[in-house]
């Protein structure tokens, strides 16, 4: 005979199972997210680090410009090979100067030598920032710069002024980069170009000053400007500006140096 007591006891085990059963699957899925959530936080100090997550598809992105997200070098501490260690202070953050009026060597005030004189009596010295071999020019060439120079900062500063969003401030910004990369050695009809092209973008003067800080990094580093010029017009038509499109041509520079060098490197062996 089956007693009462048994069947109690049986009903009793028969809970207690499905309980265990309920439980260890609660805690199945628990420990599933515990592990997911794990691996997620693995991979996002990873990529904090500059390590490449998993199924990272170098450029195959829509919308990039490069093989690293826009502007993702700021954050992960990225800087231009090569520059100096006065340089290398000058990018605090990590984010691209411009160029800082005031600091320079053979400068007399917080405006470049002979940015407000007129060509006539513009004088230089061998002290103060001019192009690459100055030294050797001839007078005649020495003297068709500096009217090539004085005759673009004043065509800019026309146009300029016309644009509405430009203050004064943006516009002796502007007066100061087409002077500074003239004296780096950038050739002043392709400063010109690119100017043009960034105040129409809505390009402001600190935006201006660390494009053309940029670009004047490819002298001496054997940068093709006619190129770099078409990089820096197609970068401008995607609306990219300011810090993001300083550091892609950081980047198309250093990239173009590098490959010039593996190259010479080859030859010679």
Do not use: C
């Not at 990018?91 to 405006?111: A, D, E, F, H, Q």
């Not at 146009?159 to 509405?164: D, L, R, S």
């Amino acid at each position: 005979m089956v007693l009462i007591s048994d069947i109690i006891i049986e009903l009793k085990m028969g809970y207690k199972r499905k309980f265990l059963k309920i439980r260890n699957i609660f805690l199945g899925i628990a420990l599933a997210y515990t592990l997911e959530s794990i691996i997620n936080i693995k991979q996002d100090i990873q990529f904090a680090y500059g390590k490449e997550p998993p199924g990272w598809n170098k450029g195959e992105k829509k919308g990039w410009t490069s093989d690293v997200p826009s502007g993702i070098e700021k954050k992960q501490g990225w800087m231009p090979p090569g520059l100096s260690e006065e340089e290398q202070d000058e990018w605090k953050g990590y984010l691209p100067p411009g160029w800082n009026i005031g600091r320079k060597k053979g400068w007399t005030s917080n405006i470049p030598p002979g940015l407000e004189k007129k060509v006539e009596d513009t004088s230089y010295d061998n002290n103060k920032i001019m192009p690459p071999d100055w030294d050797k020019w001839e007078e005649k060439k020495k003297k068709e710069w500096e009217g090539n120079l004085n005759e673009t900062k004043n065509e800019i500063n026309k146009e300029a002024k016309k644009i509405e969003n430009l203050s004064d401030i943006d516009i002796e910004s502007i007066a100061i980069s087409i002077e500074m990369s003239a004296r780096k050695g950038v050739p002043i009809d392709y400063t010109r170009d690119i100017i043009k092209t960034a105040m129409l973008k809505g390009i402001k003067g600190g935006g201006i000053e660390k494009l053309t800080r940029a670009i004047s990094y490819g002298v001496g580093r054997d940068a093709d400007f006619d190129q770099l010029k078409k990089y820096v017009h197609k970068n401008l038509i995607r609306e990219i500006k300011d810090d993001d499109l300083a550091i892609e041509i950081y980047k198309e520079i250093a990239r173009g140096y590098e490959e010039k060098t593996k190259d010479i490197k080859n030859k010679k062996r």
